[in-house]
Each structure stands twice: as structure tokens, then as C-alpha cells.
């Protein structure tokens, strides 16, 4: 997608005198400043999938991929290898796709003669970001038609949580694919933006995108979301996904229950206000049922409540710490929103109800 | 309650060689920093209110009443006193004990000689602090009880969203006063604080308050707070409320409907988690039934979102810019739970369910 009217993807290689590259954008320093950095290393990989340099399900899963390449890259060997997926899994615990792409890339390589696993890896990792961009394009066609049935005579006001765009994928993204595609059709739709705390990927990251594309958009905090269902101003939500189980439990961004249970409580008053979860079929994982207690949630530093990063009015960027010293913090990043509020899971293969997914789990698998 | 070991109240009057002075905290510089500041003129309580260096509803009643004393002493004619109601009832619209305490000094001094008016109003608004803080009492003793029947041989865990402590309160709080009373008593109380953006009212007030005075805390986002009750870590969330109606619809801090949901999801799912507001009588508006729709919710500024004030590790206190430049925002302060989700209201004379709140209301009056 766009940055400063030039196309970017979120991750690509580049190989330049023998000298394998790959290329990340830094969202941890987003919408402050655009940086674009290289990865030579497994070790560096590893290390920008734990501070979320790069993060988002699709993402972290094309990062991981050409993360074992980088692996295979210093050392071809089995133990390297097994080394490499533990470690690439235990990077980032929740996401599937994470998981799903490593498996992926040492099933091909596996049977390798040593000196073939680099380059074998290095193509497979590559054919995932492709993948993964035709996959989004799809979710974003499925999603429109849905937009366009829904389409009267106002805007079309969709309230979206965390970040699913195309800084979560490699591109185009999940979430605003179906967005991305609406407004590209001319139709008139408008984002609410939750910001997203405690790491504020919607004010940093969902502002960022959507400015840049040229899609009307408000920020809001993530507490305004029930008050604005409640008052009739949300036509649909529509988030992303770090994990959906075979029934259809949306396991995603902390926060996306109390949007999913806001919205439920709208319809029950009246107001018509689908909750979708966009995501590619990697994204699902048919070997849970039940997301509540049966996912990993991953719990993540206090640091993450306790200081804040943005630009003084000098411009330049800093932290500031906006918690008393010493003060105790829980933050777990995730949780599990029950099938029983989920409208409908928009995937590549069109759009399905929870209790519809397990039915064409044979269908995407032979896809 | 205990600031570094001393007791303070939220707002308190001197009068020195005849020099009558109104103190306050600062509450736009905490947790940083702890400063008094003196109050001698109407339109410096005005703007104390506005920029919410007092807050909270019962807090802003008692400014309120103490703002319109000084603009006694100012100047006591009758337009005088028209004007400064007029702007002290206009300076916060949600809260209803801010207009209460308004019109109970205005009655009190309209029927009096102009040069008797200001020590009226100033008697009278020390009186309404001194009221608050016996409400308060009794709220904590009333709350108490119901914690000590809940309380079994685990830790009690009360999830509490914003500022409802001693610091939106003259002294003792609403929504904490019966977690003070229950710590005071020797209960095993541990306090789920949520951090409430935009303003952290949760991070900054409520943890720094139950830090001083040594009551078990941690701090979570508000995203957080579904995913502790659907977990079962919750035991019941208390809070305060700007404004409770007839009916038991209760007005509170933007992000309060959302806790109100997740605790009734929770209860469906099995996990007992009552959800209470705490509020003394004054804050009960008599003449609304429905608060959806019929509550002006106030739509604070931009900036609230956008930029972030905390202590830079030089321990400079700074604000940053956290959205992306020219971002839109919309930042409405409240949001009102209707009665449906509430389980109870603790006021002064009792617990009430709020469809017993209306047979309750001439006893109230009447005391």
C-alpha cells in the first residue's frame, strides 16, 4: 500500500552481491517517523518478531518464514534447524500463523540435502508473502460485497480494533482489506479507530495506514466503542484475528470481547451491528475447539502500560512514564472472543458463520 | 486520607487576616507531583473545574459550591449571582451533583441582604463538604458489609474503572470508600484498577491513592478488563457514577458500559460478578428515568487522546504527542450503563437494586 504516494509491501528481500537481505518496516517507531530496516540474521529476526518491530498474525508468520531461511542460511544442520523452529514459535506464542509458516518451511526443507535448505527456504518464505497478499486481496473482495448489501444512502461508519491492515499482513491486510476495497469502489465509508491500549496500534499504526490510503477515519479510546454502538453511530465491526478456532472462537487484540459484547448488546436493542473477523484460513486452527482457556494468552511486560512513547512538541521522540513508581501491571495481549458473539468470519473463501467454518475445513484444506 | 503519611482532604478553606482562601490538589499533575493549590477568585475555580484540576462529581459539587462563595465576595447583587451559577452549572454538564450543590447555596443566600450572602455561601459550601465526607462514610460501612457476605476464604477481588476514590470525593471516596473500609478492617482486598483513557484517571489517581494508603492494586488497560471476568479473576467492580437516574440507569465515566457488559456476560457464563455504583443521594437525578439519550454526555477536547503527559527518565514531567498529526478524534467523557446490567447502587442509606431506587426516593428526600 501507500507511503508518502509510493508502494510498499511490509516485509521483501533483496539479494545484492550474494548478500541476502530482508526488509522490514519498524512499527514500533510508527507514525513518527518511517523507517525501513535490513535483517541479516536469524538473531535479528527473532528479535523484531519479540519487540514487535514487525507484528500482526500474516506478518509475523512471512517474518518467521524467512526467519528460518536466515537460520538455514549460518547453519543448514538438523540441530539448527530444530533449534530455529523452537525458537521462532516460542518468539510469539499466540498467533497461529507463526506456527503454521515455520511447519510450513521445514516440511519443504526437511528432506533437503544440507546445501539446498538455504535457497529452498529463502523461495518457500517468499511464496508465503505472495500468498498471503492474494489471500488478503480475496478476503477484501468477499468482504465489499458484504459492505455494498449493507450500503444505503449514508456513510458506512465500521468500527475496527488493534491493526489489521496491511501493516499487519504483508499486504492490503485482513481487517481493512474489505475497507481498503469499499473505498477504493467509491463507496462512502468512514473507520472508527479504537486506539488500542495499552500499545495503541489503531491510534499509531490503524491512524497511520488509513491516512495515508486517504479513508475518512476518528480515533476514539477504546472505552468510547460501547457508547457509540449504543447510540446507533457503528453499522459493523470488523477486526482482525491472531487465532480462530474450529467453532469459531476469535481469539485477537485484548479488547475485542467488550467490542464484540457492545455490539451484541446493540443488536439486542435494536440497532443492526455485525461483528466480522477477517482472516486468512492459516489464521484458523482446527485443532481447538473452545478458545476460552484452551489458547495460550500471551502476557506481555508491564512497560507496555507503564510508559508511553510519542513526540514532544520539539519534535523530538520519547518515553514518558505514565504510571506511579513501583505500581503492579497485568497485561495479557490477547483474548477470546465466544463464537456466540461473532456474526461472521470473513475469509479468503467467502464469508461464514462460526457454526458454518467446520463445514469447509475440508474445502480450504483441499484448496 | 493519608498523603505521605498526613491527612488530607480533596479541598479545604482557610481565612487568614481575612484573606478567605480555598485549597486543592492538583490532580492534573498526579501521580507526578503532589501540589496544593490556593483558590481566591470565582474564575480561577471556574477554570480549576474545566481543566479538571478537581474531579469527580461529589469533588466538583463542593468546588462548585466554595466557586459560587467567591463570587459572593466579588460581587453579591442578584445578576452577579444569575451569572455565576449561570457558568459554575455550564462548566461540567454531566454530573448532577455540581448543579445539586449550585442551587442548594443559591437558595440558601438568594432570600438574604446582599453584604450577608458570601459568608452564607461560604458556610454553606463547608457544610456540603463536611455532608460529603459522612456520606461517604456510610457508603464504605454499607459496602463493607456486602464485601464481608461475599467473603470467603480467597482474596476478594474488586475491579473498579476511573477515579471514584477520596480524590473525586471530599475524603473517603465512593466506589473505594468500601474497599477502604474493607482493608481498614482487616478484609483481604485486592484492587483491579483500570488505567481509563483518556484521562487515566485509573492509572494515575486510583493507583496512586491506593498505593499511599497501602491497599493491594494492580493496573491493568481497559481492554483487559473482560478477558480477567470471563476468566473468573474478578469477585464484582464497583464504581462511582456521575449521575444515577430514577430508574437505576447509571452515568459514569466513558468505558463503565463496557465493565457493565462483561460482568453480565460473566455472570451467564457462571462467574458470580455483581456489578455495583456507589454514589451518595445528591448524585441520583430524580427527574431522568432513561439515561440513554436523555444524559447530555460531554465531548471533551481532542487533545485529551492525542497527547499523554508522564515523567520523562530524567524525571522531567513532559507530554507527548501519541496520534499521528491532524488525526480526528472524538472523545466523549461518559457513557451511561443502563439499569439492566447494574446489580446494585450502594448510597448512604443502604444497597438498593435499582428498581427499588424510586421507593427509596421520598425516603431520601425526606432525610
Known amino acids: 500500500m501507500l507511503v508518502n504516494q509510493q508502494q510498499y509491501r511490509t516485509i521483501w528481500a533483496s539479494v545484492c552481491d550474494g548478500l541476502h537481505t530482508v526488509h522490514i518496516i519498524d512499527q514500533t517507531r510508527l507514525p513518527h517517523v518511517f523507517e525501513v530496516v535490513p535483517i541479516y540474521h536469524f538473531d535479528q529476526m527473532i528479535a523484531a518478531i519479540k519487540t514487535m518491530q514487525v507484528r500482526g498474525a500474516p506478518l509475523i508468520g512471512a517474518a518467521a518464514a524467512y526467519g528460518l531461511a536466515l537460520a538455514m542460511q549460518e547453519d543448514a544442520s538438523d540441530i539448527s534447524l530444530c533449534n530455529a523452529v523452537h525458537h521462532l514459535i516460542q518468539s510469539r506464542p499466540t498467533a497461529v500463523n507463526l506456527a503454521w509458516a515455520v511447519q510450513r518451511v521445514r516440511q519443504v526443507i526437511l528432506p533437503l540435502p544440507l546445501q539446498k535448505r538455504f535457497q529452498a527456504a529463502w523461495k518457500e518464505a517468499a511464496l508465503i508473502c505472495d500468498e498471503d497478499v492474494i489471500l488478503n486481496q480475496a478476503i477484501g473482495l468477499h468482504g465489499l460485497s458484504m459492505i455494498q448489501q449493507k450500503q444505503q444512502s449514508h456513510t458506512i461508519h465500521i468500527l475496527t480494533h488493534c491493526n489489521a491492515g496491511w501493516l499487519a499482513t504483508v499486504d492490503f491486510g485482513t481487517a481493512l482489506a474489505p475497507i481498503y476495497a469499499a473505498h477504493n469502489a467509491g463507496v462512502d465509508v468512514h473507520v472508527w479507530v479504537s486506539e488500542t491500549r495499552p500499545r495503541n496500534q489503531g491510534a499509531s499504526l490503524t491512524a497511520w495506514e488509513l491516512s495515508q490510503h486517504g479513508v475518512p477515519h476518528t480515533v476514539i479510546s477504546d472505552n468510547a466503542a460501547g457508547h457509540l454502538m449504543q447510540q446507533g453511530r457503528v453499522d459493523m465491526v470488523i477486526v482482525g484475528a491472531d487465532r480462530v478456532t474450529a467453532k469459531g472462537d476469535v481469539c485477537n487484540k485484548i479488547g475485542t470481547y467488550l467490542k464484540a459484547l457492545a455490539a451484541a448488546d446493540a443488536r439486542q436493542q435494536g440497532h443492526e451491528v455485525p461483528f466480522y473477523a477477517a482472516v486468512p484460513s492459516p489464521s ?35 518515553s514518558v512514564r505514565v504510571l506511579p513508581e513501583g505500581t503492579k501491571v497485568e497485561n495479557p495481549a490477547f483474548d477470546v472472543t465466544p463464537a456466540r458473539l461473532v456474526t461472521g468470519i470473513i475469509t479468503e473463501h467467502g464469508i461464514f458463520a462460526p457454526h458454518e467454518l467446520k463445514g469447509i475445513q475440508q474445502k480450504i484444506k483441499n484448496v
Open 284 to 318: 484458523i486452527d482446527w485443532a481447538i475447539e473452545n478458545g476460552v482457556g484452551h489458547i495460550e494468552i500471551e502476557e506481555r511486560h508491564a512497560d507496555e502500560l507503564a510508559w508511553m512513547v510519542g513526540r514532544l512538541a520539539s519534535g523530538e521522540i520519547a
